[in-house]
Structures are given as C-alpha cells and as structure tokens.
C-alpha cells in the first residue's frame, strides 16, 4: 500500500502518522517522487488501512500500488500522449477509432474506411488474426488481411489498428500496422505482452474480460519496463453476470484509471454491449465520463460480417454518433475535430523543417488561460506559440508573418461579440480560417487559508468578470483587471495580499498552488466562447462548412428583407445575424452574418455578386 501525503503536511502530523502505522503493525519506507513524500507500506495480507486517509496530512492511501511504478500517475502526473502518425492520442482532442471486426475483403475494407474517415474517424481497424471463442469461426485473412490494411492507409491516410496475437506475427506487424492491439484474451499473456514491449510501435491493450483494474494496469506495466511507453488502454466490457449485454461495460474505470495511471484510456463499446443499438448510448456516456476516445466496430453490411455483425453500426449510424460526440465533447473540456488529420498535414507542410517552432500561432495568454487550451484543442499540444499582449498584437503578428496563425475570442454566449476583434478583422487583411467553441467554466482561487469573507478585492480579465457578473454583483469586491486569468492568479501569489483572489480555470489552483474557493461562478454553466482562427490563407482547400460576413445595407425601406431574402432564395441557412453601430456615425448599423455555407466558393459566388448589389459594404472575413 502507499500513503500519499499532501505537500503541506506538518512534522507533527507525520509523526502522528508514524505512530498510527506503527499502532497497525505495519513497517514502512519513506521515498520522494517528485517533490512528494510517497510512503510505501508493507502491510498483513488482507489487513484494511483505508482509515489512514483520513489523518490530517495524508492525502489518500493507494491500494498496493507498489505493483505499477511506471504505469502509476504518482510518478508521472502528466498525462501521457501517445502519438499514432499525426495523432496524439490523449489530451485535448478525442480520439476515434473506427472500422470492421475483421478485415473480410479489400472493398469491404476500402469502402468502410472512406465512410469511416468521412465521419470523422482518425484511425481505422481491422482485425487479420482473429482470436475467436469457437475453432470454427471465421479466424481472419491474415497476412492478406495486413496487406489490405497497409493499402487502406496509403489510399485514406488513415493509420491502422490490428491485433497481435502472438510473438511470431511481430515482423509482419510491424511492417503493416500503425498500432499494434492486444485483445481482451490476450491481456495476461506475458510472453506477448513482453514482446510488445520491445517494438517501438504504439499498443493498445485491451482489458481481459474478468481482469480487474490493478491486473491490467500491471499488464500495462509489462509493457512498459520492456521499454515501450506508448500504451493507449482499452476498456471493453468486463463478464458480469447479466446475460443481456454482451458484456458490462465498467464506465468507473475511467475515473478510475485516469486517477490512478496517466495513460489514455479509450472506451470500446461495441464488444461491452454486444448489440448495435446500445453502442452509441454508451459512446456518447464514455466521452460524458471523460474517456480520451473510442474504438468502435462499424460494418457497411453488418448482416453479412463475418465476425461481429450485430454490434457493428451502420455508416450512417456512426456518423450521427460523431456528430453527437462533437456537441459533447466540449461540455467536458474536449474537442471533437472533424479537420484532425486535414489540419495535421496542413501543419506539418507548413513547417517544413518538422520544427513546430516555423509554424508559431500568436495569442494572448499563457498556459492556464482558455485561449491557449482553444489554441492546443485546434492545433494539438506541440503548437508553438507567440504571446501576445493585446488582441491587436495578434493580429500584427501574423500580418507581420511572425506567426502564421492568430488565435481570438469572438463572441461568448453569455456576453456576446467581441467587437474588438471583428474591427481588428476588419481593419487587417487577414482571415478567419477556423472556430473552436470551448466551455469556460471559473472557479475563485485563493491563496491556502483564505476565507470568503476576508476577502477584499478580485484580479482577473475584464471579460471574466463579465462572465461572472452575477457572482459578483452580490459581492463588495474591487475588481482589479490584469491581461489574463493566469496573470492574475500570479499576481496573487506574488503580493502575497491575503484580502485578495483570482478568477481563473479551475486547473490553474492545482498548477499554482492555490485553493479553489468557489467553483462554477460563471453565471450560467452553458458558458462557451468561440475563438476564431485567423490567417493570411486558409489552411485548406477543401470547402468549408460556415463563413462570417459584415455588412452594411443602404438606408432605404426594405433594404434589410431584400439581403435576407436572397439568402431564403438560395436556401443558405444564417446562424447569426447581428447588428451593432458604426464608430463614428450615430446610428447607422453594420450587421454580423454567420451561413452555413463557403462564402469563398466557386459555387456561392453569384449568391456573393448578387449581395455586393445589394449592401454599401460586404466583407467575407473567411470560410472556414
Ligand atoms: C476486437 O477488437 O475485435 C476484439 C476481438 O476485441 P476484444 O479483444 O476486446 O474482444
Ligand atoms: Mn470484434
């Protein structure tokens, strides 16, 4: 068992937890990891000792967790991003993994990756060795199989997940396949696991179908002191006894897991329920849970699969699934991305030189603040980025070609646009070649000790304390304005001012040491801002699903209906319409126009020219 104690605990409350434990029989060795005291305690087999943490100065006890060193998150509080081609595994962004149970067909395996792909999906399995439960069932094609799936990646560009079933198939792995799987069956076969361990090729282990938690996070660590530390976990449904799913699938693991190791976790839904209609429930309750993603068995003719026909979805299914998950994804703190791998490659040509560092996005605010979690969401975690001081900054960074990319709120549900930065798009030759919509959640951040009611004044954005007017208003507080939340959350630090705290991302108190006062001060918990990536080009090609425009319409009767009105014709849907007055000449009103279609498109350029006929002022300010 290991005792974690809290960084503050005193002399006295060790020595009094040195007594309880020597009150218990127990002997025990004090290591530091990190800058933490762990204990590790050898206790009597059987003998309970969760009652310790709750000593003052202990921070929890961890069931034997002597057993996974490298696995266990005590020893490596970041989370681990395990990176297949152009994706991380892990972190911001959620993960899909979609495709067959088995590879049956090239065409099968062509046409469902394309429709996979389509979706959203960013690797593609399929299975070539197949561990089936009866000698008589279909058991794969194999090296062809492999062929087949090496083919689906040099046609899609999809990386490919396969299973391994035994050490020998290792070299004709490794050539193929992107991923290497280890199923539910093989969990606990040491040989396999150890040879795994050696290649250098991403793994995904599976959980066995009665392995608990502890046993597979030891087979992870097998895994993992063979040397390879690219283990993405899998849970998949564990053997109950009710008979009607499949198997059940253990949700809880993924707290579980995520407190206990820092490796990614994924959830299969498919082989825990067994049967097509409970996949996307189930889907969509992984992701609410806080997986890092999913793999999910997706057939174009389930009837006639060869293996696991019942639980694969249909196309069709899968995509409104997707869909779905994009609308979740960011309540818990996640993305969804439909352009992963379009971006990625985009990313990556431009920066020739493979150094992030040529492709440098500018932004205002540090690590902590949500400008740059948007900016790590949109462009992946190793983005390098230039801070800025003020929206301007930014945008003169990338016109200047220091950055090629800006990073700006534009509007936030709860308080609206930001004006600043649609003048700025205005007033810059600069477009909008992206949007990422994020939940802001904010949590008052003290110094350890602070009491609400001592408090005399609050540091943070303007802008937040919009967002936490409420909150606020029914508070004396001063408000003291910093650049951003982190700033504010240093300054408070720094003075040392105990009257004072800051409004910052919950994640910050953990980071600076502070304590969260009050959580969930936003004034409504459906607090999203959507940030605009803006560009000098766009970064793709292909035809984009939304624009922006601003326009100014001539001051006659029914100038306004006449603009509208050609969009109704042309059946293109607005997803805003807004007007605001225009600097300098009392009102008169520019308005915001967001459609979902490309505005720089070949095909919308009539729709464009007849507009131009219609306003005093048109400006596409991007499709993206
Ligand atoms: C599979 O992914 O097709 C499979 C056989 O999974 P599991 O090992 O979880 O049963
Ligand atoms: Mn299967």
Redesign the pocket.
């Known amino acids: 068992m290991i005792l974690i104690l809290t960084p503050a605990a005193t002399d006295e409350q060790k020595a009094e937890a040195r007594r309880a434990l020597r009150r218990d029989g127990c002997s025990l060795k004090e290591i530091e990891v990190g800058n933490r005291e762990v204990w590790e305690v050898k206790e009597s087999p059987g003998q309970d000792l969760s009652h310790l943490g709750t000593l003052p100065g202990v921070e929890r006890v961890v069931a034997s967790a002597v057993g996974f060193k490298l696995a266990a998150r005590d020893n490596h509080p970041e989370d681990t991003i395990v990176h297949v081609g152009d994706v991380p595994v892990g972190g911001g962004r959620l993960v899909v993994i979609a495709g067959p ?1 088995a590879i049956e067909s090239r065409e099968q395996a062509l046409t469902i990756a394309e429709a996979v792909k389509r979706c959203g999906a960013v690797l593609f399995r399929g ?1 070539a060795f197949k ?1 089936r439960s009866s000698p008589y069932s279909f058991q794969g094609m194999e090296e062809e199989g492999l062929r087949i799936l090496a083919e689906v990646r040099e046609v899609t560009g999809l990386r490919t997940v396969s ?1 391994i079933t035994s050490p020998d198939q290792a070299e004709l792995m490794l050539a193929y396949v992107d991923v290497l ?1 280890i ?3 093989n969990m606990q076969n040491f040989e396999l696991l150890k040879c795994v361990g050696r290649l250098d090729k991403p793994v995904l282990l ?1 959980r066995g179908l009665s392995a608990t938690i502890e046993e597979w996070l030891m087979s992870a660590e097998y895994i993992l002191s063979e040397g390879n530390r690219q283990v993405i976990l899998c849970e ?1 449904g564990i053997r109950t006894f009710e008979p009607y799913t499949r198997n059940t699938l253990d949700l809880s693991a993924i707290p579980v897991v995520k407190r206990l190791t820092h490796l990614p976790i994924l959830i ?1 839904p498919s ?1 825990a329920t067994g049967i097509r209609e409970k996949v996307a429930p189930m889907a969509r309750a992984a992701i609410a849970a806080g997986a890092d993603g999913l793999e999910i068995e997706v057939h174009n003719e389930p009837e006639k699969a060869l293996s ?1 026909g019942p639980q694969s979805l249909f196309p069709e299914q899968f995509g409104q699934l997707m869909r779905d998950l994009h609308v979740i994804a960011p309540v818990v703190g996640k993305q969804l991305d439909f352009d992963y791998l379009e971006k990625a490659r985009a990313v990556a040509q431009a920066a020739p030189s493979a150094a992030a560092a040529s492709l440098p996005v500018a932004l205002v605010g540090e690590a902590g603040t949500f400008s740059h979690k948007a900016c790590t969401q949109y462009f992946g975690s190793e983005v390098a980025i230039v801070s800025a001081r003020s929206y301007r900054q930014v945008f003169e960074a990338v016109a200047e070609g220091r950055a090629r990319f800006g990073l700006v709120p534009l509007e936030n549900s709860l308080t609206g646009s930001v004006h600043e930065n649609y003048d700025l798009l205005l007033s810059f030759d600069l477009k909008i070649v992206g949007e990422i919509l994020l939940r802001l959640e904010y949590a008052l951040l003290g110094r350890p000790g602070t009491k609400l009611e001592q408090l005399r004044r609050v540091l943070s954005h303007p802008e937040v304390f919009r967002q936490c007017q409420e909150f606020l208003t029914a508070q004396q507080w001063e408000l003291v304005a910093t650049q951003d939340e982190v700033t504010a959350v240093r300054q408070l630090k720094e003075k040392g001012d105990p009257a004072a705290a800051a409004i910052a991302s919950r994640e910050t108190a953990a980071a600076h040491g502070l304590e969260v006062l009050q959580q969930g001060i936003e004034a409504n918990p459906r607090n999203y801002t959507r940030f605009a990536v803006v560009g000098a080009a766009p970064w793709s090609k292909e035809p984009r699903r939304k624009s922006s425009l601003i326009l100014q319409t001539p001051n006659r009767p029914g100038a306004l209906h006449d603009v509208l009105g050609l969009f109704a014709q042309n059946n293109v849907n607005l997803v805003k319409l807004e007007s605001r007055p225009i600097h300098g000449t009392p009102w008169e009103y520019l308005f915001y126009v967001d459609l979902e279609a490309d505005a720089e498109s070949e095909a919308f350029r009539p729709v464009l020219e007849a507009l131009r006929e219609r306003t005093d002022l048109l400006v596409v300010l991007g499709a993206y």
């Open positions: 149970c299975g561990p299973e799987q199923g539910a069956r599976k998949r299969d082989h696991d």
